[in-house]
Structure formats: structure tokens, C-alpha cells
Nanobody, 123 residues
Framework: QVQLVESGGGLVQAGGSLRLSCAASGRTFSNYRMGWFRQAPGKEREFVAIINTSGGITQYADSVKGRFTISRDNAKSTVYLQMNSLKPEDTGVYYC????????????????WGQGTQVTVSS
């Protein structure tokens, strides 16, 4: 089992920044690909970003490319999502995800999910 706990969400004005963290425990963190998803009210959960085990390969949804950066610190068993130039449409609950398979994360069916952290961007 892998336990994931997100933190760092909050209320921010449009144009502002937030950094989300996801602390993992339970298994060898460096063996897992990690991802971030988000879910806006009344909408389906959507992919935001993904990172491989070493941190050398990342992918982003088009809607966040150039504004968000995913990174990881394997020594701290933590993955981060730096969010800059935030827009009201970035509002939602942000979830951390983990899986051995990068395709499982990219397909939206990772083995492990965090409980989510709320991000609200005001206009």
C-alpha cells in the first residue's frame, strides 16, 4: 500500500501562485511514477501532470503547459506541483496519484490516490 497526503491548497487571486505537495509513505517512493489530477465542480477528474521515477521526464495537460511544473524529491518521498499564473478555471480539488505504470496514471486509473486538496482561484 502507498499512502498519499496532499497539502498546499488554498485561496489565491488570479495571476498568483501556489505550490502543492504530496507526501508518500508505505512503499519505495522512487519506484513509482507520480501524477497530479484535478476535478472542478460538476466536471470529471482530469489529468494535469505526470513525472517519471527519476524526475527527468514530465508531461503536462495543454491547459497548464508553461504555467505548472511537476517535480519530485525522492529523498523526501514527495512530489510537488508548482502552479504559476493561476486562472479561475484552475479552481478545483487537486489529487495526487501513484502507480508503477506510467500508462495507468496517464489513463486516469492509477492504483493509489490521495484525498485531494482544494485550490480556489478568484478573479
Amino acid at each position: 500500500q502507498v499512502q498519499l497526503v496532499e497539502s498546499g491548497g488554498g485561496l489565491v487571486q488570479a495571476g498568483g501562485s501556489l505550490r502543492l505537495s504530496c507526501a508518500a509513505s508505505g512503499r519505495t517512493f522512487s519506484n513509482y511514477r507520480m501524477g497530479w489530477f484535478r476535478q472542478a465542480p460538476g466536471k470529471e477528474r482530469e489529468f494535469v501532470a505526470i513525472i517519471n521515477t527519476s524526475g527527468g521526464i514530465t508531461q503536462y495537460a495543454d491547459s497548464v503547459k508553461g504555467r505548472f511544473t511537476i517535480s519530485r524529491d525522492n529523498a523526501k518521498s514527495t512530489v510537488y506541483l508548482q502552479m504559476n499564473s493561476l486562472k479561475p478555471e484552475d479552481t478545483g480539488v487537486y489529487y495526487c496519484a501513484a502507480d508503477i505504470s506510467i500508462s495507468s496514471i496517464r489513463s486516469g486509473v492509477p492504483t493509489y490516490w490521495g484525498q485531494g486538496t482544494q485550490v480556489t482561484v478568484s478573479s
